[in-house]
């Protein structure tokens, strides 16, 4: 079947009617149809049947009447909801308790860099961080659990940025990149989530994607493409001019997507999909290397194949998925440094699903029992390729020619070589000119994780209603490691003293030369470390029902031998429902996300260290000297209990007796307990954690889903949902590697650490907003029009005002504090209240399918995002002045 057909709803209920029909003639007893064979023949008139015919788009709510907080997203609304690029991701923009923007960013313009990253959009989930939810695909979690960030700082974005040598760059929260081209269904559980569901604080996305057929063959070929003559960027400066005259990016994104179905038979079937996308970019280097074209590029790589066999011994399912992709960038300020950032994912597992028959005991009302077990392989890794000369990096002087005390004696002209490719002024007279150039590698470094686990599950029927039970079982091996990297700095030249004509280098030294030698080198050692849990997981869980109340109780085990710590997380809901289309629901929540090590592979790194060395009068260079002693990073906490979520929730589900939409209102309450925050004693290479954090959050939603089958003139379906969401958040920390010592915030003559700082609003939480998505069909549906808004109500808050100050005692001090206060002495970012404007976008999207045959169909599509080029409350630097605004996508999807 087809769920975005306009026949669907009743081909699906049909079906459900047929196959209720079935089961009812499978139970009627021997007696029964021998006085039906017995008895005269004569017609039964039976009572008018309803059928209601829901849409299958957008589902408010799962399959028990307990699941309050899941939204099911179908073909349609997903193709409606995805961005151009087809980030999967991308469709839960918008969703109540999702939150993805940071209206209150003051550094919001892009570059190259920016505009060809394809990972995934990052998303909090009911205040959770953004490495707290559960990513599932086809029932098996995806999830980084070594750890998506890092405490060392920096970012490949901006052209003056100075990479840090310990830091993993492109890190990300999830393992395989899934793209929406694939998708058959997405479901977001954001409160009230079933037992069935562990390891995580904020939400648990669930995707599904297409499954092999066995009835006929079909594929489909898709291609996409934006650009920056696609896409309009607004200057943001705060005053709105651009001082560097710095030009908008150039970029070019593309996408292609194949699949084809094939049956072996009538009851086996296999399925390959490969998606490709890509992007590329360039830029101007530095004068000093003659202004040189870097162009950059990323390219992200999907490939699936998957076999589904009906048997009599049930249905087994084999399928791989494997995200490839990488991003290079390349150092502006340096002569040949890049650095390609690759991230390698595949998840893998043998499924069976059968139905018990035989387990069937009428006193306790058990029937209907199936099982489902998968035994899974992950593995997945992020690795930053240095260059050709990856683990090597310099510095050195070009020079035309210096003039000291005497010309005739101390005059020499740099190595033509080096002239080539690092250019500086034209002399002045015999004052000559300098200039230091930058080359070399950035090393190479990897952080991956090796998963493999047995799951099984088993439902059915019992006593009045429902049960579910299973267990998860997984090993997980992850390891960060790094090879040694020297980068040699503070060049002496034939100008330092002792003077001399020229140097006398030892063999093989890279780093000196007759005119000049690096006088420093910093050296950051190899090393692999590594970690590993063995995690169980088991829940056990009934769903019952007594004329007007239903109640879902279950309760999930865990635990994991890396903090040994045995967790009990308790799941609660009651429902009253007055009438048919009316409910009532409340419940109490625990969640747990144990399986994370984040800090296990990055304790011990090493810290690195300086070597020294200088020359004689003779000019040898002498042997290094070590500086200090090795030292490394410690990251400690060991003995921590596990963080976890208490959530207090209640909702209204009704369906209206006017136009049988649905209706769904909810209040939520998470209070985030033993969370882990970074304790006082910590400095910037120890950080001791501990259990002291702590998080709340609170929103409150409404939200409409209806569709109409209109069927006059040239429209044939309308779909519409939309939702009002106030949300209300504040945490000790932002991420664990928060609050670092030597960055303090200052807000209303008063110091705070960023933990301190718990902002209200601002950062991807914005108290009140409101979205609305209508979808309708043309010409028997050949025509789809969608468009989606977004609304985000004007609220008070703070952000940085691009300033700085260092805290003192002096009554002159712009920052003054008392003697003995926190934060003396330290580097305050400057914030001030701001009052945010509302701000109001709007997406359209439209396909026309323009072929359709017996062969199969051609349609063409466009994206609109951002159609009236709003940029809301974001500002720019004037290093990186343009914002994105509107961009247009334009694509073609063959199918047969």
């Not at 993993?168 to 929406?180: D, E, N, W």
């Not at 950059?296 to 076999?307: K, V």
């Not at 031998?561 to 289309?581: I, K, Q």
């Not at 209640?650 to 006017?658: E, I, Q, S, Y």
Request: negative net charge; hydrophobic residues 35%.
């Amino acid at each position: 079947m087809y769920p975005n057909r306009r026949t669907s709803p009743r081909v699906a209920n049909a079906a459900a009617c047929l196959l209720s029909i079935a089961i009812g003639i499978a139970f009627i007893s021997p007696a029964s149809a021998q006085q039906e064979k017995a008895a005269p023949e004569k017609p039964t008139v039976l009572e008018q049947i309803v059928v209601k015919l829901r849409p299958l788009w957008l589902s408010l709510g799962g399959k028990a009447t307990s699941d309050t907080g899941t939204t099911s997203l179908e073909s349609v609304v997903i193709m409606n909801k995805a961005s151009g690029i087809g980030d999967a991701n991308s469709i839960l923009r918008n969703l109540p308790n999702v939150q993805y923007q940071n209206d209150s960013d003051n550094s919001a313009g892009v570059d190259g860099q920016d505009m060809i990253n394809l990972r995934p959009l990052e998303v909090s989930i009911s205040g959770g961080k953004v490495y707290e939810n559960n990513f599932i695909l086809n029932g098996i979690g995806i999830n980084n659990v070594t750890g998506s960030q890092d405490p060392f700082g920096g970012s490949l974005g901006s052209y003056e940025n100075t990479p840090n040598i310990n830091e993993v760059f492109g890190l990300h929260s999830q393992t395989v990149f899934v793209p929406a081209d694939f998708l058959d269904k997405a479901t977001v559980l954001d409160s009230n989530v079933s037992a069935r569901y562990g390891q995580f604080q904020g939400g648990v996305v669930d995707y599904t994607l297409t499954k092999p057929q066995a009835e006929k063959v079909t594929g489909s070929l898709s291609y996409g493409f934006e650009s920056d003559d696609t896409t309009s960027f607004v200057l943001g400066t705060k005053d709105g001019l651009n001082p560097q005259n710095n030009p908008p990016p150039e970029f070019f994104r593309y996408k292609t997507s194949a699949q084809v179905n094939v049956p072996l038979t009538d009851t086996w079937a296999i399925l390959g999909q490969y998606s490709r996308s890509g992007g590329d970019t360039n830029k101007v280097k530095d004068y000093r290397y003659y202004s040189q074209i870097a162009d950059e590029f990323s390219l992200n790589n999907f490939y699936r194949l998957a076999s589904k066999h009906d048997t009599d011994l049930g249905l087994f399912t084999l399928e791989g998925s494997y995200t490839d992709y990488e991003q290079e960038w390349d150092g502006y300020f340096y002569r040949d440094t890049q650095i390609m950032a690759r991230n390698k994912g595949f998840t893998g597992q043998l499924r069976w699903e059968k139905d018990l028959d035989t387990a069937v005991y009428e006193p306790l009302g058990l029937a209907n029992v199936k099982i489902d077990s998968r035994a899974y392989f992950n593995k997945s890794r992020t690795e930053n390729d240095g260059g050709e000369n990856e683990t090597i990096y310099r510095t050195v002087w070009a020079r035309t020619g210096v003039s000291v005390t005497d010309p005739t004696k101390w005059f020499y002209s740099t190595d033509p070589s080096l002239l080539s490719w690092c250019r500086i002024p034209l002399p002045s007279g015999l004052t000559g000119t300098a200039q230091l150039c930058r080359e070399g590698g950035y090393g190479n470094k990897r952080q991956g994780q090796e998963e493999a686990g047995f799951k099984s599950d088993v439902e059915g029927d019992i006593l009045a209603g429902t049960f579910a039970a299973g267990f998860d079982y997984r090993r997980i091996d992850a390891y960060r490691e790094a090879e040694e990297y020297t980068s040699y700095s503070a060049n002496n030249t034939l100008l330092n003293t002792p003077l001399v004509s020229s140097f006398i280098c030892a063999p093989g030294d890279v780093a000196c030369s007759r005119e000049q030698y690096a006088k420093t080198k910093i050296v950051t050692s190899a090393y692999h470390n590594q970690a590993s849990i063995n995690a169980l997981d088991m829940y056990a869980e009934v769903d019952q029902t007594w004329n007007w109340l239903n109640i879902r109780a279950g309760l999930r085990l865990s635990y994991e031998d890396f903090f040994g710590n045995l967790n009990l997380a308790p799941r609660l809901t009651a429902t009253v429902s007055p009438t048919e289309d009316l409910d009532f629901v409340a419940g109490f929540n625990r969640y747990y996300n144990a399986n994370s090590i984040y800090y296990a592979i990055r304790d011990g790194q090493p810290i690195s260290r300086a070597y020294n060395r200088s020359h004689n009068s003779a000019g040898v260079v002498s042997n290094w000297a070590g500086a200090g002693t090795q030292r490394y990073y410690t990251f400690s906490g060991l003995d921590l209990d596990t963080p976890y979520t208490d959530e207090f929730t209640a909702a209204v589900k009704w369906t209206d007796p006017w136009l049988d939409g649905d209706l769904r209102v909810r209040y939520l309450l998470r209070q985030g307990k033993d969370q882990y925050l970074k304790s006082a004693a910590s400095t910037s290479t120890v950080m001791a954690l501990t259990n002291d954090g702590d998080s709340q959050y609170q929103s409150a939603s409404i939200e409409y889903g209806k569709t109409w089958a209109v069927n006059e003139g040239h429209m044939d379906t309308v779909r519409l949902s939309g939702s009002l969401t106030w949300s209300k958040q504040r945490t000790t920390s932002n991420g664990y590697f928060d609050d670092p010592t030597d960055t303090r915030i200052w807000y209303n003559d008063a110091s705070y650490s960023l933990g301190e700082f718990a902002m209200a609003t601002g950062n991807m939480d914005i108290p009140v907003r409101t979205s609305v998505d209508l979808v309708t069909t043309f010409l028997d549906e050949r025509l789809t029009v969608g468009l989606s808004g977004n609304l985000n109500f004007s609220y008070d808050g703070a952000r940085a005002t691009d300033t700085t100050c260092t805290p003192s005692t002096s009554a002159a001090a712009k920052c003054r504090l008392p003697a003995g206060s926190e934060g003396l002495g330290m580097l305050h970012d400057i914030y001030e209240d701001f009052h945010f404007r509302p701000v109001a976008t709007f997406d359209l999207n439209t396909t026309y399918k323009a072929v359709e045959s017996e062969y199969g169909s051609l349609e063409f599509e466009m994206k609109v995002q951002n159609m009236f080029n709003e940029t809301g409350n974001k500002i720019s630097t004037a290093t990186q002045p343009w914002i994105p605004g509107r961009s247009i996508w334009l694509g073609a999807k063959a199918t047969f």
